[in-house]
């Protein structure tokens, strides 16, 4: 709770000045950039980075049928290697059948319920996780273009609105944070811009995988304020918000951060 405290007490005394506008696109940077060499060194070697782990656990789950089909997503897919490459990089991505737009957490369940008709995946299971850090993995490197598609602009838009939105006991938005005052620390951690270019990523905090919805529902306990459910409107819009914002940057799954 210090963590949350020490937030409040740097941006309240800040507020009247703090005025909440978008950081122009030749000013935006990964999280990478705002990280200490130990962690970029982690991020940057295959063999040290632990998110690797949930990758090859992944390639494995790819190459497996399951479900009343006995399908892999393989069958449909071929190799990854190409049939998903620059696939991550668009996602939210706008689904016809269901009139939104769905994450590639949503993505991959959809798939498993409609062609291999298995049973949806939890949200932050192992499995769930393992899938789409391959699948995001096969787009490292590529520029990031969700919030593109004209079909999103009203989600992309309702993002935005709930990144400005101050929120919880604390009162603050996400804004506030990664817009008014990126490049700080708080408790010893940097402050982001808030550029999702990683999920899912490894957190040293965690020690494990986890996916840019835990970590969204996390910051919005730590401002007190009720989390949106996994899987909600709420959360993908904030997800494409985020992603659009990133437009340009390069994917980097799995990433490292605290």
């Not at 980075?49 to 071929?78: I, Y």
């Not at 270019?197 to 401002?223: A, N």
Request: charge should be positive; include cysteine; hydrophobic fraction near 35%.
């Amino acid at each position: 709770m210090r963590f949350w405290r020490a937030i409040a007490v740097a941006l309240t005394a800040t507020v009247p000045a703090l005025l909440a506008g978008e950081i122009p696109p030749e000013a935006r940077r990964s999280g990478y950039s705002f990280m200490g060499p130990d962690t970029r060194a982690m991020q940057d070697d295959d063999t040290s980075n632990p998110g690797m782990l949930f990758v090859l656990d992944g390639e494995a789950l790819w190459g497996k049928k399951t479900g009343r089909a006995q399908k892999s997503c393989a069958d449909c897919h071929g190799d990854a290697r190409g049939s998903m490459k620059g696939v991550a990089a668009r996602y939210p991505a706008f689904d016809k059948a269901l009139g939104r737009p769905v994450t590639l957490d949503q993505r991959v369940n959809l798939c498993r319920s409609n062609h291999q008709q298995a049973t949806p995946l939890p949200y932050e299971s192992h499995d769930l996780l393992a899938l789409s850090a391959f699948i995001a993995h096969q787009s490292r490197g590529v520029p990031i273009t969700a919030g593109d598609d004209p079909q999103v602009r009203p989600f992309v838009d309702q993002g935005r609105d709930l990144f400005m939105q101050r929120e919880g006991q604390l009162n603050l938005a996400c804004s506030n944070c990664h817009d008014d005052n990126f490049d700080k620390r708080l408790a010893g951690a940097p402050i982001t811009q808030g550029k999702p270019t990683g999920y899912p990523l490894y957190r040293l905090e965690w020690q494990t995988l986890g996916s840019l919805e835990r970590r969204l529902r996390s910051c919005m306990t730590g401002v007190r304020a009720q989390a949106y459910d996994y899987g909600s409107p709420e959360l993908v819009a904030l997800e494409l918000y985020l992603m659009s914002r990133a437009r340009g940057l390069p994917m980097e799954t799995p990433a490292v951060r605290p």
